[in-house]
T-cell receptor, first 110, second 113 residues
């Protein structure tokens, strides 16, 4: 099993739709979780950290499910500008390393 | 205007040549990281540094070298020993090593022919 797994997509959704991505992780001791956004041929940019209690920032909501070992990202009222690849990042417990997922590609269609 | 800068944005080299990629940050972060990204793969850690004058190998350090003589700077040298050097190289920093958000520079695309 990969340390971090994401559905590569693409998820093609119409503007205004709600879309959700999941990311599963294998290390039950992981403590830090993040979602990054990466545009084509650009660097990843931090979207949000994922806390045990969940985290909401405008149209974006991140959740952590420790029992099932996954994190999720929900995007409401999708905009064309949300089109990007969303990377899930999980710490490798006991080290200073992070494991990056390969990303889920989102296309928001007009 | 705080941030991380990487230069150059694009770099072309002939096989057998060493090349050094620059990474500078003015965020006053202690920790810095180098990753490479290949199509269809997640970012892979090359080297990281928790503090000045200290650095550790990541998962794919072979064929690379780094130095951390100043807090702001963490250059990466891609040596001729690196078998597949063509990739997108990303530098990142975080407040400290550990469970902190990492912030990335704009990256350098290296092409070796």
């Amino acid at each position: 099993r990969k340390e971090v797994e994401q559905d590569p997509g693409p998820f093609n959704v119409p503007e205004g739709a709600t879309v959700a991505f999941n990311c599963t992780y294998s290390n039950s001791a992981s403590q830090s979780f993040f979602w990054y956004r990466q545009d084509c041929r650009k660097e990843p940019k931090l979207l949000m950290s994922v806390y045990s209690s969940g985290n909401e920032d405008g149209r974006f909501t991140a959740q952590l499910n420790r029992a099932s070992q996954y994190i999720s990202l929900l995007i409401r009222d999708s905009k064309l500008s949300d089109s990007a690849t969303y990377l899930c990042v999980v710490d490798l417990s006991g080290t200073y390393k992070y494991i990056f997922g390969t990303g889920t590609r989102l296309k928001v269609l007009a | 205007d705080g941030g991380i800068t990487q230069s150059p944005k694009y770099l072309f080299r002939k096989e057998g040549q060493n090349v050094t990629l620059s990474c500078e940050q003015n965020l006053n972060h202690d920790a810095m990281y180098w990753y490479r990204q290949d199509p269809g793969q997640g970012l892979r850690l090359i080297y990281y540094s928790q503090i000045v004058n200290d650095f550790q190998k990541g998962d794919i350090a072979e064929g690379y070298s780094v130095s951390r003589e100043k807090k702001e700077s963490f250059p990466l040298t891609v040596t001729s020993a690196q078998k597949n050097p063509t990739a997108f190289y990303l530098c990142a920093s975080s407040r400290q090593a550990g469970p902190y958000e990492q912030y990335f520079g704009p990256g350098t695309r290296l092409t070796v022919t």
